[in-house]
């Protein structure tokens, strides 16, 4: 086991660190489907790759709820790394986690697993981090809603094949909903609860 002198470090600029990256967060949510760059960089720890560390630095703090899938809690170097450095409690009910981090989308639970909020704080609902195989080549996906001029396009390889159905359920929830921030290395690609797929072409 990883003693926690040899975990991988956090940032080595931690203001200017979290304030790029948040930035980075925050135009991918503006911008839904529009491919972001992380370009902080931090040490990631067993599966966690570039871009998801640096949003854990950036939002992740000690009133955090964080649920890790089976691929991220493999080994505990990952929990560890995460309490040492943003103090947040790594959880194992997923229905009351703030972020759930996903290292293998394929068997990503049903979202009846995580949190919509309520009408009154629909912000208490869990936001998805989920790393995939690629944010610039695959399938074409056209993307409507908020934040988009007309249509945006993006083509990724992700799983589970199905999101955009399982996050049509959104629909019906707002303003309560899952949002789900894609990662693949350091390019992340927002996709909030208000986001709709428009069309998926090969």
Known sequence: MTTLAELPAGFADKVLSSQTTFRS????????????????AAGTPGTMMRGTAAIALTLFDHDTPIWLDPVMSETSDVARWLKFHTSAPVIQDSSICHFALIGA???????????????????????????????TQGPTLELRGPGIDGVATLQATFAPSD????????????????????????????????????????
């Open 25 to 40: 967060v925050m135009d991918a949510m503006a911008r839904p489907g529009s491919v972001q760059t992380i370009t902080a």
């Open 163 to 202: 999101l955009f159905e399982r996050l049509s359920i959104n629909a019906a929830l707002f303003p309560r909903g899952i949002d789900v921030v894609l990662v693949h290395d350091d390019a992340i690609v927002a996709i909030p609860r208000t986001t709709r797929l428009a069309a998926k072409g090969d």
């Open 105 to 135: 989308p394929s068997a990503l639970p049903g979202f009846d697993r995580f949190s919509f909020g309520s009408n009154e704080y629909p912000d208490r609902s869990t936001t998805l981090i989920l790393q995939v195989e690629s944010l």
